[in-house]
């Protein structure tokens, strides 16, 4: 696991080291708990802030990369005016597809971003409220990520948009163990990408230390 160095001086979060600079921390960013996926989902039921819910359901069921995921038009996901249960695109960032589930809650929400917008075919999913521009951009989701995990008491600091991308297969890799399940869902092309991004080797060596009493 390696982080960007650029100060000397370092905290600790969430068991990981952080580089600090000034108040901004850098590095892996934690998954959000069950309880904190709630959390955030119930405040943006009760707003009513409909393209969000969208966003968060499918941020955290895609587990796609920031740069993905607002990249994502209606053809992408939903057919004859049908959320689909599965969908799939090519990445960004490897050229590569991977696939992803799209579950009831997901469905639902997105059902109710294109209804209420009146999407089709390839219209982006997520338009910005800029006029200047066509889509979301990276900056303005990494933004709406920092509100959501501010609005349940996180420091925005510490949490970003990996921290969705990760949520779901962290929970994923603790129930089963399964690396290559994870790997497979991430789009990784090496095992060993997967191992550095859940930080699985320094957490299962803990855990392995920790039943071993001397």
Same mark, same amino acid.
């Given at each position: 696991? *390696?982080?960007?160095?650029?100060?000397?001086?370092?905290?600790?979060?969430?068991?990981?080291?952080?580089?600090?600079?000034?108040?901004?921390?850098?590095?892996?960013?934690p998954a959000?708990?069950?309880?904190?996926?709630? $959390? &955030?989902?119930?405040? @943006?039921?009760?707003?009513?802030? &409909?393209?969000?819910?969208?966003?968060?359901?499918?941020?955290?069921?895609?587990? !796609?990369?920031?740069?993905?995921?607002?990249?994502?038009?209606?053809?992408?996901?939903?057919?004859?005016?049908?959320?689909?249960?599965?969908?799939? &695109?090519?990445?960004?960032? *490897?050229?590569?597809?991977?696939?992803?589930?799209? *579950?009831?809650?997901?469905?639902?929400?997105?059902?109710?971003? &294109?209804?209420?917008?009146g999407l089709?075919?390839?219209?982006?999913?997520?338009?910005?409220?800029?006029?200047?521009?066509?889509?979301?951009?990276?900056?303005q989701y990494?933004?709406?990520?920092?509100?959501?995990?501010?609005?349940?008491?996180?420091?925005?600091? *510490?949490?970003?948009?990996?921290?969705?991308?990760?949520?779901?297969? $962290?929970?994923?890799?603790?129930?089963?163990?399964?690396?290559?399940?994870?790997? @497979?869902?991430?789009?990784?092309?090496? @095992?060993?990408?997967?191992?550095?991004?859940?930080?699985?080797?320094?957490?299962?060596?803990? $855990? !392995?230390?920790?039943?071993?009493?001397?």
């Open positions: 696991m *390696t982080f960007e160095v650029v100060h000397k001086s370092q905290v600790r979060s969430g068991g990981r080291a952080r580089a600090v600079t000034g108040r901004k921390l850098t590095g892996q960013k959000l708990k069950m309880k904190e996926v709630m $959390a &955030i989902r119930i405040r @943006l039921q009760m707003a009513g802030k &409909i393209r969000e819910l969208a966003l968060f359901n499918l941020g955290i069921d895609s587990k !796609l990369r920031g740069c993905d995921l607002v990249r994502l038009r209606v053809e992408d996901v939903a057919v004859a005016g049908t959320v689909k249960n599965r969908a799939a &695109i090519v990445q960004k960032k *490897t050229g590569r597809p991977v696939q992803f589930e799209i *579950t009831d809650q997901a469905r639902a929400a997105v059902g109710d971003l &294109i209804q209420k917008h089709s075919g390839s219209d982006f999913l997520f338009h910005s409220r800029l006029a200047s521009s066509e889509r979301l951009s990276t900056r990494a933004r709406l990520v920092q509100g959501w995990v501010s609005s349940i008491g996180l420091n925005p600091a *510490t949490y970003g948009t990996h921290s969705l991308r990760r949520t779901k297969v $962290a929970m994923i890799y603790r129930k089963t163990g399964n690396l290559r399940a994870v790997q @497979l869902l991430l789009g990784h092309t090496k @095992l060993e990408s997967t191992i550095r991004y859940l930080g699985v080797e320094v957490d299962d060596a803990l $855990a !392995l230390s920790e039943q071993v009493d001397l």
